[in-house]
């Protein structure tokens, strides 16, 4: 796409590698015609108001130029709420617009965003504001996906399903996603929008091996009954899937400021748990991150899993993992006996 730009004698800033295809995997979401990468980058954190901008925009060229197309936001991602997608919205103008085309950019509406009573959950007048107020903080004319980010227990489900079938309708949005639902929950929410002709896409919930509740409550097999997608938030469980934790908490981590990942989470029974896991993962030549981010896509349950960033080299990392998504039922078997341990 950017060709088109430099024949009009326009020259974008950021010119993509052209290799940034050639090692990425592709895999079709639920019975869609789209494709997602098995890595997908998440903007919940470190692209906030708070966070350095330079520092964002090598983020995102090297997850493109790594064949990373699907771009994960919220309208209250910072902080401060809406600063993630202000930040997209300049590095669009700036660097991304000549490969609007080959990206797919998903934002959410469904927690707290702004004050008074129609700023959060799940309401038509929500919805439909938050869904124009994020495409001008992105200087989008349409996002690909547009999630409800979690159910809305008063709100009638006909009424959240069909805003969100109107915002495709409009053009607004290319695809319907939804997020935090239960199996239960999006079976109901799915007969409602194949009612409307707009199938669901795709399902996003958390899923790690400290959370496995998509396992005990069926939703990768509705999801694969209902004919949608599975994108996964947290694959590392803010963290704690990693070394970072083995000796101690660090100052600058997210334990450390007690919010996301909770100081007395870290037991010395999860510590050890840790450190077998981690053991495991040496011995498929893998570092934690990568083992738990191959786990998340193993046996291809889940399309796509959504990584967090602070630094480029994160990035490299993480995608190496598709060079080792098999697990051994050996191995499988060993880490269910360590994971069994886990008290919630």
């Not at 015609?33 to 890595?39: H, Q």
């Not at 999630?147 to 309708?169: F, G, I, K, Q």
Request: proline letters at 4%.
């Amino acid at each position: 796409m950017a060709e088109n730009y430099w024949s009009r004698g326009e020259y974008p800033i950021y010119q993509a590698s052209n290799t940034r295809y050639d090692d990425m995997q592709y895999l079709r979401c639920g019975r869609s015609g789209i494709k997602l990468p098995r890595v997908s980058l998440g903007m919940w954190h470190n692209f906030g108001s708070e966070d350095r901008f330079e520092n964002m925009k090598e983020l995102i060229h090297t997850a493109f130029d790594c064949g990373i197309t699907h771009f994960d936001l919220a309208n209250n991602y910072g902080p401060v709420y809406g600063s993630a997608e202000e930040n997209f919205g300049r590095i669009m103008e700036s660097d991304l617009r000549p490969y609007r085309d080959e990206m797919i950019i998903s934002s959410k509406a469904g927690y707290d965003m702004w004050s008074g009573p129609y700023g959060d959950w799940g309401s038509r007048k929500y919805l439909m504001a938050s869904l124009d107020q994020s495409l001008k903080r992105m200087k989008l004319d349409y996002v690909d996906i547009f999630y409800h980010h979690r159910p809305d227990p008063e709100t009638p489900l006909e009424e959240t399903m069909n805003a969100l079938s109107d915002m495709v309708r409009q053009g607004k949005a290319l695809y319907v996603g939804l997020s935090n639902y239960n199996s239960e929950q999006l079976k109901k929410a799915c007969e409602i929008l194949n009612e409307n002709k707009t199938p669901l896409l795709i399902t996003q919930p958390k899923y790690n091996m400290f959370d496995r509740f998509v396992e005990t409550d069926g939703l990768l097999d509705t999801a694969k009954e209902v004919g949608c997608g599975v994108i996964c938030f947290s694959p590392l469980a803010q963290g704690l899937l990693s070394t970072k934790y083995l000796n101690g908490i660090p100052s600058d981590s997210r334990a450390a400021k007690d919010a996301f990942l909770k100081k007395d989470s870290i037991t010395e029974d999860k510590i050890a748990i840790i450190r077998e896991l981690n053991e495991i993962a040496g011995s498929r030549n893998q570092s934690l991150p990568q083992m738990a981010l191959s786990w998340v896509l193993r046996e291809n349950k889940v399309t796509s899993v959504l990584i967090g960033a602070s630094k480029k080299e994160q990035i490299l990392d993480n995608i190496r993992i598709l060079d080792h998504l098999e697990f051994s039922q050996t191995e499988l078997d060993q880490i269910d006996t360590i994971l069994e341990r886990d008290v919630q």
